[in-house]
């Protein structure tokens, strides 16, 4: 009899899904982490007494509790979880900005019909057809890929209002470069604009906290530092994991969130690995900033998304990074938490980077860059919420290099690979991939992932 | 177990399952998805919990025999009379 009868690789957001979905119906689960604490790309650090968040800019798809049939409530009742006792913050408003043109949206979807009125009069009624096609189409049917610009073309016809749109859809869940898969797009659009931004009361550490919990409750075990070497295997099948230290547990089934390109160099998978490597990575600096220097208009709201020049250029830069576009994220700016605030507000800045050149930079390098394209990244927001770079009380920023070492995502792709395993199958039978390399994203479509993927295939 | 402690086995695990889960108007010999408002993934889980509670394994073509509250009684009474 093997040791476990599952072995989650990864005890991410996916992996901690997958394992209370395992482990509640009894089976012996075992979740093995690399890191000293759990969460992925979504953890957190200490800086200077500051608790800071890494990934959590806010959470999508949000839904009052009730709504039976809503991604958030549907993941709420599988973990077993108490939805009515989660508390949680709706975004104030957010906006995309574009030279000379803006469009504000809010967990209501008539502000951004509202808005589109006034700036594309002429493309409402396109707009709303556009939802009605969303809300009816099947993400996870396994269909071709679809070019989603050519699909936004034909029926909004106004490349400005496409780019408009897609620049929160891309940088919050997109592997790919220019385009998007038609059944990503619709996933992204309905977990922002049709459901929206939210926070949960507390930290990620407080989340992370539920769901260990609920994890051991069930009897699931957890190893945190327990890197793994190598999925063993023999003929089709996989035996367990070899641990980076040399022990070997065995298990009926092995089900990884490493991520494809990882998954492939642990088990010998014989894929073309590049290609499942996504080329999308960034920087983020995360400031803190006295909150009465900054403008009032723009520091009102959750998050913006800006674009400086005319189209958005979604890929990786050839540059260390990409100032001209990205996101500002105010973390405090949710209802119900303004009422609290300090004397010094979060601001986080996220720009696209380019893995390569932060990969080749070394260790005085690498500083000085990180410098560097603080100031170039701080430079171009100034141009939308005011310069706040002489009142920073405190700065840290990650790179591209920092997620491909907390993620194990390949080349820190943080959506990982630009062409998604729906079915979450692998070579070997009993093999299976969780996370964003199989489709779902953000924190409640991860999360999603490891629950289905248990579903399908892991409660025999 | 008697047909009425089935009934209430079945209902305990729903209740269970979904917090929300109100039980004052149900028909008996009524889908009970519909009326509940309850997804595929909340329907497996009822099979699932039937599976640890009783070791009961429900092939994949019976799940029609759960659709009611009454077809859940009449599928599970053979299964469960020594439980």
């Not at chain 1, 999925?231 to 298990?251: F, W």
């Not at chain 1, 642990?266 to 006295?290: A, C, H, N, R």
């Not at chain 1, 009422?339 to 690498?366: G, H």
């Amino acid at each position: 009899m093997a040791d476990y009868q599952l072995v989650i690789i990864g005890g991410g957001l996916s992996g901690l899904a997958a394992g209370i979905r395992s482990a509640r119906f009894g089976q012996k689960t075992l979740i093995v982490e690399q890191h000293h604490r759990p969460g992925g790309l979504n953890s957190y650090y200490h800086r200077q007494g500051f608790l800071l968040e890494t990934g959590l800019h806010a959470m999508t798809n949000f839904a009052p509790t009730g709504e039976k049939h809503a991604p958030l409530n549907r993941l709420f009742r599988q973990l077993k979880l108490s939805r009515k006792r989660f508390i949680t913050h709706e975004q104030l408003g957010s906006e995309i900005i574009f030279p000379g043109v803006s469009l504000k949206f809010s967990n209501d979807l008539e502000l951004l019909c509202d808005e589109i009125g006034t700036v594309f009069p002429a493309k409402v009624d396109s707009f709303l057809n556009l939802v009605k096609e969303v809300e009816a189409y099947d993400p996870f049917a396994e269909v071709e890929w679809r070019s989603t610009r050519d699909f936004l073309l034909e029926r909004l016809g106004d490349p400005l209002l496409i780019d408009m749109l897609l620049l929160p859809l891309m940088v919050y869940g997109n592997a790919e470069e220019h385009d998007m898969d038609l059944g990503q797009f619709a996933i992204m659009f309905r977990a922002l604009f049709l459901e929206g931004f939210f926070r949960p009361e507390g930290t990620i550490r407080d989340l992370l906290a539920m769901l260990t919990r609920q994890y051991e409750k069930f009897d699931g075990e957890l190893r945190l530092n327990t890197p793994v070497a190598a999925i063993m295997q023999k003929n089709k099948r996989v035996l367990g994991i070899r641990l980076a230290d040399g022990e070997e547990i065995t298990a009926d089934a092995v089900l990884s969130t490493a991520g494809i390109p990882a998954t492939a160099r642990l088990s010998g998978w014989d894929i073309d690995e590049k290609k499942y490597i996504g080329q999308m990575s960034f920087m983020e600096t995360i400031s803190m900033v006295p909150r009465d220097n900054l403008r009032q208009e723009q520091t009102s709201q959750t998050i913006l998304f800006y674009n400086l020049k005319a189209e958005l250029a979604y890929k990786r830069p050839e540059t260390v990074i990409d100032p001209s576009w990205g996101v500002i994220c105010f973390p405090e700016n949710f209802h119900g938490l303004q009422e609290k605030l300090a004397k010094n507000v979060q601001v986080r800045v996220t720009n696209a980077a380019n893995y390569t050149l932060w990969q080749a930079a070394d260790a005085d390098e690498y500083r000085r860059l990180k410098e560097e394209c603080c100031r170039q990244s701080a430079e171009s927001v100034a141009k939308i919420i005011g310069n706040y770079r002489q009142d920073v009380v405190y700065q840290d920023s990650f790179t591209p290099m920092t997620i491909e070492r907390f993620t194990a995502k390949s080349e820190g792709a943080v959506y990982g690979s630009p062409i998604k395993i729906k079915s979450g199958r692998t070579p070997w039978s009993n093999l299976f991939i969780a996370g964003t390399d199989q489709g779902y994203l953000g924190i409640v479509g991860s999360m999603l992932s490891g629950v289905t993927i248990v579903n399908q295939h892991l409660l025999g | 177990m008697t047909r009425d402690e089935i009934k209430d086995v079945i209902l305990e695990i729903i209740e269970d399952i979904d917090e929300d889960a109100e039980f004052d108007e149900l028909d008996a010999d009524k889908p009970l998805r519909d009326q509940l408002d309850l997804d595929s993934m909340d329907f497996l889980d009822i099979v699932m919990e039937l599976r640890k509670r009783y070791q009961l394994q429900i092939p994949e073509e019976e799940y029609p025999e759960l659709a009611t509250l009454n077809s859940c009684v009449n599928y599970l009474e053979p299964k469960l009379k020594d439980a």
